[in-house]
């Protein structure tokens, strides 16, 4: 057969390619051969088919994505923002924290261990490239019913690969969520998130600068696993009938990761390194053409010196592979010697595959041939951008009318006992050990809080105390309500868990999972929660550091909730300060922060009591949220409360009962005046959060909400072996541990 060289392709126009199969529409394949002038080679359109994909180009989001950057400005923290692998915020004291959340929600249904394990794997290797050492990560999670089977396939696996990958690196776990919903059956969300650490001078960024500069590829061989995975399977819904949708999903392998860690940490630490890129989604397809064209000239790359494991693999399966544990790097000549020995160092494979030249071409040959040249920039950055047709559904109106209030309500305080057990026991409020047993939470010693805590800290500075919190929330049912507010209040929750811990928000990462982009109803979704988001972020001050795009999550007609999944990082000068979430002081003083109204769409109890989703979502607040948010942060630094817990799924009675099983403490409530006590317990109005106040600080506590006009009302105190809600019920300990912890292990055990 001949090789389809760029000459052959320049004499042979009219030889047919299968774009179609590889997931280009006719006039993307169209315009590739206007930008070449000619019809591509099969390399050619490897690349660009994978680089055009919704998941690496983006190209139905870009047009909203924009308002990030238009919307919000910067703040001072931030370092390095979006398009790079991972934003880069200051945090003080000469240190840098780089982090981001990513999805890998297709291959996990495909192959749940795998698939979830080189979700982990991907998003490590975004925060090495930025020159950081990886300290934590966390797992933003979405399951279908957690009664149907398939859920019981896919659960375990998911866990099981996020724990082995994540373990085996030893990086601890501290953070995430469990969410069911039926929405989610065809189309689980398997989100990632990770953080790194460096100093300010250690930021290394994706581009290819200085001519004769050498570019190494090193880590694992390329493989056949994984060819045209993430990227193709990310960008289109599931259909049986096309076996593109479902090719090898990448198989991971920890310990090569952990010595690629350490090798690429060393060199960074010998300055050997002028850019660097992960192999992620499209493979080299990726690297090359992201470093060529983030740098300041052109690449010519030799694909026969790319290390196989597979000698049968044809140049357009080596460009897409996404086999795992792979990174570029450009490195001056004279240093390549010693980048080359700290590889052997750690035993892994490093081969110079090309150099950094003059030109603004990326050229890559095959046995001596050209089969690529194209501007790189074209393939990496100037994919299509589509302007989506989006129009408001026609049965939102009808959605939101479906009020909650409707809903029979607990007549007695026998039926609101019953109804409490009932939540605290149901999938999505029980706990989640089952799950975060699975993870090594503390490994590295510096693991401050963790999961189920409301955020995850990690201590970055032994002598000074100085941490960083990250938390990830997201709530798809108030989004499908109304997908402006839901996205603010995934915001709004992530922004308050971090400052319950005591830490100070600085900024954000974002995984926004949709239906798909090709259905109007669902890019109005789409584009109402973007605007939402930017909206949110610029009342709060949280600038977007970057994110993901999951699209296509649908199976046929049916697409899952919109679910944007908002990671905030916050810091705190002391971790020594922190504020855990448990009630653990008999005596102490709770108070409610924030008001409480009668919201009750989307809400758990209406899905929980009455498997119902309609109404409105709970309002937002943004300027008490951040009111909210500093009076928390104030009395953790100053030692007026010794725990916060925020109110969220489940309002109150949930959040005290997670308090109270933490700590084993018990509380004594006292439903307040104007309240009855189903909202009371209930409701889930935004902007609150739930304090335990020593006696000794009662008064400067209030005064300090009341000087700043954050309403605060006492409802009870620390007491005793159960939750006693005054001339209601009564709940022992004993009986609502077991009903919160046994439901998960029954499951899936």
Not at 236 to 257: N, W, Y
Not at 271 to 286: E, T
Not at 451 to 461: A, K, L, Y
Not at 485 to 512: F, H, M, W
Request: charged fraction near 25%; aromatic fraction near 6%; glycine fraction near 10%.
């Amino acid at each position: 057969m001949t090789l389809d060289t760029v000459k052959h392709a320049s004499e042979t126009p009219d030889v047919k390619l299968p774009w179609a199969e590889l997931g280009l529409k006719e006039d993307e394949y169209e315009r590739v051969r206007e930008i070449l002038g000619r019809r591509p080679t099969g390399a050619e359109l490897a690349m660009y088919s994978v680089m055009w994909s919704e998941h690496c180009s983006y190209k139905s989001s870009k047009i909203h994505l924009k308002q990030f950057g238009e919307k919000v400005p910067e703040n001072d923290a931030m370092l390095v923002g979006i398009g790079e692998n991972a934003g880069v915020v200051d945090v003080g004291q000469g240190y840098a924290v780089t982090f981001k959340v990513e999805s890998h929600n297709h291959p996990s249904y495909v192959e749940p261990y795998q698939g979830a394990a080189t979700g982990v794997g991907g998003i490590v290797r975004d925060i090495i490239a930025m020159g950081a050492r990886p300290v934590a990560v966390v797992d933003p999670l979405r399951m279908g019913d957690a009664q149907h089977p398939d859920t019981k396939r896919v659960l375990p696996g998911v866990v099981a690969g996020i724990g082995g990958y994540g373990n085996c690196l030893g990086l601890p776990n501290i953070g995430g969520e469990l969410v069911f919903d039926a929405c989610y059956q065809g189309n689980p969300l398997v989100n990632a998130g990770a953080i790194g650490v460096m100093r300010h001078e250690d930021i290394h960024l994706a581009k290819a600068s200085g001519p004769g500069n050498k570019v190494i590829l090193y880590g694992a061989r390329t493989g056949g696993d994984g060819i045209g995975g993430a990227s193709i399977l990310a960008s289109e819904t599931f259909d049986d009938t096309k076996p593109s949708k479902r090719p090898a999903v990448q198989v991971g392998d920890p310990f090569q990761e952990k010595l690629l860690i350490e090798c690429t940490l060393e060199a960074f630490a010998e300055k050997l390194v002028v850019g660097i890129q992960d192999l992620g989604a499209a493979g080299l397809s990726c690297a090359t053409s992201e470093l060529a064209s983030n740098g300041s000239g052109g690449m010519r790359v030799e694909l026969d010196d790319v290390p196989l494991r597979d000698s049968t693999l044809t140049p357009e399966e080596i460009l897409m592979s996404e086999s795992q544990e792979r990174m570029c790097a450009v490195v001056e000549p004279e240093k390549v010697d010693r980048f080359l020995e700290i590889c052997e160092k750690w035993d892994v494979i490093a081969t110079v595959v090309g150099e950094v030249t003059d030109g603004d071409r990326l050229e890559i040959f095959w046995h001596g041939e050209k089969i690529v040249d194209v501007d790189p920039r074209t393939v990496a950055h100037d994919g299509p951008v589509y302007e989506r047709p989006y129009a408001r559904p026609s049965w939102q109106d009808a959605l939101q009318a479906d009020d909650a209030n409707k809903l029979a309500r607990p007549a007695n305080g026998e039926e609101l006992r019953e109804q409490v057990l009932k939540l605290v026991a149901a999938p999505n409020q029980a706990a989640k050990s089952w799950v975060t047993d699975q993870y090594d939470r503390f490994v590295q010693g510096n693991t401050v809080l963790a999961q189920p805590e409301d955020s995850g800290m990690i201590r970055i500075n032994e002598e000074t105390g100085l941490g960083v919190a990250i938390a990830t929330d997201g709530n798809g049912r108030f989004a499908k309500l109304d997908p402006y507010t839901g996205a603010q209040l995934a915001l709004a929750e992530s922004y308050r868990n971090v400052a319950a811990s005591g830490a100070k928000p600085l900024a954000i990462s974002d995984c926004l999972n949709f239906g798909s982009p090709e259905d109007p109803d669902v890019m109005w979704q789409f584009a109402e929660a973007i605007r939402g988001l930017a909206d949110g972020c610029l009342e709060l001050g949280t600038p977007v550091t970057g994110g993901n795009v999951s699209l296509y999550n649908q199976t046929g007609e049916a697409a899952i909730h919109p679910t944007p999944v908002v990671a905030v990082l916050g810091v705190i000068d002391d971790v020594a300060r922190r504020t855990p979430m448990a009630f653990a002081e008999e005596g102490q003083l709770l108070y409610l922060l924030g008001d409480t109204h009668d919201e009750f769409g989307g809400s758990a109890w209406s899905q929980v009591i009455h498997g119902h989703l309609g109404g409105l979502p709970p309002k937002v607040d943004l300027a008490r949220e951040k009111l909210l948010a500093d009076i928390l942060i104030s009395a953790s630094r100053d030692g007026m409360i010794d725990a916060a817990h925020d109110l969220s799924d489940g309002g109150l009675v949930q959040a005290v009962t997670e308090s109270c099983l933490r700590g084993g403490r018990g509380a004594r409530l006292v439903v307040p005046d104007g309240l009855d006590a189903f909202t009371f317990l209930f409701s889930e109005s935004a902007g609150r959060a739930v304090v335990s106040v020593p006696r000794s600080e009662e008064l400067r506590f209030t005064d300090m909400c009341g000087a700043r006009g954050l309403p605060v009302r006492r409802i009870g105190v620390v007491d005793g072996d159960a939750v006693d809600v005054q001339g209601e019920f009564t709940l022992p300990l004993s009986e609502l541990r077991t009903a919160h912890e046994r439901t998960l292990p029954e499951l899936f055990a």
